[in-house]
């Protein structure tokens, strides 16, 4: 008894642990395909009990086509989505950071290989990596701070701080090296745009405002995080409300962001089309923001890739393929509203939608897809499994190595209730009963969470935005080698004092020694890619 209640630790720390490291290797999924529809209104009417409002257009031969308005802006006082409808875009209020980014590098007032504590005040109180930071680490998300949503609002728009204030509160911790890990970073996409505020003498939101939106014939548009340049813009969003997916009003949603930059963007359907129309002109036209169409084509050079080459990022917009088409795209999320753009510069098609419903995938997932729909069939991609990559190397290194561990923790724990059986029918006694059965039991259910785990890992991609999100991989990397040494040593341990055959002892040992192995395999791939 004295043995196993301290080998028991061992066992719990490395089979979470190594279900755990698997989690994060990276393995994808294939897209599921759901039901098809006739119409986006036909779909919005069948998940009409999951959205308050929507306003969805697509894009074709760089045109918005007929829109669709959908539902209520406010439904306590009947308030109807229409043209004049404002809705807050959220995150893609990024993509105008990086548009205005490339005018001034196209300037020659920006470089994006420079460091940026050239731009910076002296003075600016900021937790500096020990290595450099560039425009490109910033548009990338691999400037390597810790991030976090709690410091970007407040409730009382005449206490907003003003851009350098909000940063310097913000004042994350640098955790990576710059350019060695993507970690989605409001406080990069801001700091950005406060290099933009500096560089051009103006308040970002006049520059957004004189530079992206009036070029782009966005009139209907603001960044200014308090709406004071746009009251008739205020004063629509003041009439409107948000609501979660069972339709009920959010309360305490009217918050503004004092790292504006990264979010804080309201406007029409209209507008977002234009701006999404602005990034796809004619060939050789450089469209409405830049004066070269090589800069506009540079924008949109991948600058971020997947460990099989797979463009994942081109200077702040994400891709996806669907096919052989490839999409450039962005989506957002506030208190109380969801937002998606999407766009191929190849055949200049593309979609926008708004919804006045916070965390929404229904209808910015489906409707956004419907740009690439063939014979009405929509493809719903996960979050995380939007490349493909099953017939690649990694994927199926990845998943021989989930194998080899599972095995090696199913034979482990069928070999320890084995030999603890066997030394119990020989020896029986109450007390070495009920000793047993603990021990059976604990096993049985180690094994459970770890085989759960995995497979959640493998077969559904929303385990892929907890780990990833929630516990890094240097996390597991750091402390799996000694979780698996200590899970072989247990193994080994207990078939010693057991009265086991020399196949139990091989097999027991074999396992511990295959999870250890295999569980090194991983960390060396994931160090690797």
Not at 222 to 245: C, H, L, M, N, W
Not at 311 to 323: T, Y
Not at 350 to 356: P, S
């Amino acid at each position: 008894m004295g043995a196993t209640a301290r080998v028991r630790p061992a066992l719990i720390i490395s089979l979470l642990l190594a279900g755990g490291l698997l989690a994060g290797c990276g393995v994808t999924t294939t897209p599921v395909e759901e039901p098809g529809f006739t119409t986006p209104g036909a779909f919005l009417d069948q998940h009409a009990d999951q959205v308050a409002g929507v306003a969805f257009a697509e894009l074709a031969d760089g045109q918005m086509q007929t829109p669709l308005y959908y539902g209520f802006s406010n439904i306590a006082t009947g308030l109807k989505v229409d043209d004049e409808t404002v809705f807050e875009w959220g995150s893609i209020s990024k993509l105008v950071v990086w548009v205005s980014v490339m005018q001034l590098v196209e300037q020659g007032k920006l470089s994006l290989d420079a460091d940026i504590a050239a731009y910076l005040p002296a003075d600016f109180k900021w937790d500096k990596p020990t290595k450099p930071v560039t425009l490109t680490n910033l548009m990338n998300h691999t400037g390597g701070w810790a991030d976090s949503v709690w410091y970007l609002f407040e409730t009382d728009p005449t206490t907003l701080p003003d851009l350098r204030t909000a940063l310097e509160r913000a004042h994350p911790k640098a955790l990576f090296e710059p350019g060695t890990t993507l970690a989605y970073s409001n406080y990069g996409a801001t700091l950005a745009g406060y290099i933009v505020e500096r560089v051009s003498g103006v308040p970002y939101w006049q520059y957004a405002r004189d530079h992206v939106y009036l070029p782009a014939g966005m009139t209907d548009t603001t960044v200014e995080p308090t709406q004071a340049d746009r009251p008739d813009i205020k004063q629509r969003r003041d009439s409107e409300s948000g609501y979660d997916t069972a339709r009920k009003e959010i309360g305490n949603q009217r918050a503004y962001d004092g790292m504006y930059p990264c979010g804080a963007t309201i406007g029409t359907l209209t507008d977002l089309a234009r701006f999404a129309a602005g990034l796809m002109p004619p060939a050789g036209d450089p469209g409405p923001y830049f004066s070269s169409r090589a800069t506009l084509d540079r924008l949109f050079t991948p600058t971020f890739n997947m460990p099989d080459g797979t463009p994942a990022i081109a200077h702040g917009f994400f891709s996806s393929f669907r096919g052989s088409n490839l999409y450039w795209w962005h989506n957002g999320s506030t208190t109380a509203y969801s937002s998606m753009l999407m766009i191929d510069r190849e055949t200049r098609r593309g979609v926008v939608v708004l919804t006045n419903t916070a965390h929404e995938t229904v209808a910015t997932s489906g409707l956004t897809l419907w740009c690439s729909r063939d014979g009405g069939q929509v493809s719903l991609l996960s979050t995380t499994g939007q490349f493909n990559r099953m017939s690649t190397p990694a994927y199926w290194i990845q998943l021989g190595l989930l194998a080899l561990v599972f095995v090696s923790t199913l034979v482990s724990a069928v070999t320890l209730i084995a030999s603890g059986l066997r030394k119990l029918i020989r020896h029986p006694a109450p007390m070495a009963l009920r000793r047993w059965r603990n021990a059976a039991s604990g096993v049985l259910v180690l094994f459970g969470a770890n085989a759960a785990i995995m497979s959640a890992r493998l077969l559904a991609p929303a385990a892929d935005l907890v780990w990833t999100h929630y516990l890094p991989h240097f996390i597991i990397d750091a402390a799996i080698p000694f979780a698996t040494i200590g899970y072989a040593y247990a193994v080994i341990r207990t078939i010693r004092m057991s009265e086991s055959t020399w196949r139990e002892k091989v097999l027991a040992t074999g396992a511990g020694l295959g999870l250890l192995l295999g569980s090194a395999a991983v960390i060396v791939l994931n160090l690797w890619r």
